[in-house]
């Protein structure tokens, strides 16, 4: 089983920008799809972006032109590239393999 291990999040106004980064333990990390999901207070997990092994990427319509999703295989590393926040992002980012989650790493957006 993967480790994965986020980062990356925190507090930034509404129109800024993060970039997240999930690191990945273990020699497998280009052969499977990567994903991010978010939560927020009192709602349910919802999957926000998908990069597959080839590179194909998929995005929830609430993020779409706004996040980019990308990877590193070298780097055994996923991103999220955040741009134009807004307070309804905010949410606790979670990185996910198949077979593994990330802890999560808090996004906060102010108005």
């Known amino acids: 089983q993967v480790q994965l291990v986020e980062s990356g999040g925190g507090l930034v106004q509404a129109g800024g920008s993060l970039r997240l980064s999930c690191a990945a333990s273990g020699s497998s990390f280009s052969r499977y799809a990567m994903d991010w999901y978010r939560q927020a207070p009192g709602k349910q997990r919802e999957l926000v972006a998908v990069i597959t092994s080839g590179g194909s990427t998929n995005y929830a319509d609430s993020v779409k032109g706004r996040f980019t999703i990308s990877r590193d295989n070298a780097k055994n590393t996923v991103y999220l590239q955040m741009n134009s926040l807004k307070p309804e992002d905010t949410a606790v980012y979670y990185c996910?393999?198949?077979?593994?989650w990330g802890q999560g790493t808090q996004v906060t957006v102010s108005s």
């Open positions: 996910h393999r198949y077979d593994s």
